[in-house]
């Protein structure tokens, strides 16, 4: 299979700091998404991007597929954004694959 | 609400103990998930439907089986719980949305223990 790796592993901020997550994936894929899981396990979906980079509000996400690797940034982090971020990526279609997670604590 | 509903939230198993996990999704997907999540292991798929009347094994199906009832529910089962087992299991469900693009949803988990 395919093997994805997401670094830092934990991340410690101070309310107010800017953050960038790495993930970087061993081949080709179809799909790459990102998620966020609150402290009280609830999962949420937060970007579809294959390639390119989008915004939403304080985050954003750029993928370069060529060079197998995605960035999520928060910008002006805030408690709330607390939790474990997870990479996925799609593989033969129809198989998502997650990397382990970088776990974020936002200090006020 | 649309979504994704798993039933139970939490479950104690004794050694050797079988049992169901339910997932319903009520978007209209084709595709649904059995997922477990174990500490610093991310989330790991047992097995997919990619559509109704289909299934198909994951990354670690071993232990467990699947039903595809509908399009709605798909279900997983423990014929004979072990240990290795406690985890948290969550469910999703997919559609593929233009332009080529995933929408993807979990369902809220279940909590399993096996003693």
């Known amino acids: 299979g395919i093997q994805v790796e997401q670094s830092p592993p934990d991340l410690i901020l101070q309310e107010g700091a800017n953050s960038t997550l790495r993930c970087n994936f061993s081949?080709?894929?179809?799909?790459l998404q990102w998620f966020h899981q609150n402290p009280w396990g609830q999962l949420i979906n937060l970007f579809y991007?294959?390639?390119g980079t989008k915004q939403n509000g304080r985050l954003s996400a750029t993928t370069v597929a060529t060079e197998r690797y995605s960035l999520l940034y928060i910008s002006s982090s805030q408690t709330t954004d607390s939790g474990v971020y997870f990479c996925a990526v799609l593989y033969n279609f129809n198989k998502f694959y997650f990397g382990s997670g970088t776990k974020l604590n936002v200090k006020p | 609400n649309a979504g994704v509903t798993q039933t139970p939230k939490f479950q104690v198993l004794k050694t050797g103990q079988s049992m169901t996990l339910q997932c319903a999704q009520d978007m209209n997907h084709n595709s649904m998930y059995w997922y477990r999540q174990d500490p610093g292991m991310g989330l790991r798929l047992i097995y997919y439907s990619a559509s109704e009347g289909t299934t198909d094994k994951g990354e670690v199906p071993n232990g467990y089986n699947v039903s595809r009832l509908n399009k709605r529910e798909f279900s997983l089962r423990l014929e004979s719980a072990a240990p290795s087992q406690t985890s948290v299991y969550f469910c999703a469900s997919s559609v593929q949305n233009s332009p080529g693009g995933y929408g993807y949803t979990f369902g809220s988990g279940t909590r399993l223990t096996v003693v």
């Open positions: 081949d080709s894929v179809n799909n």
């Open positions: 991007i294959p390639s």
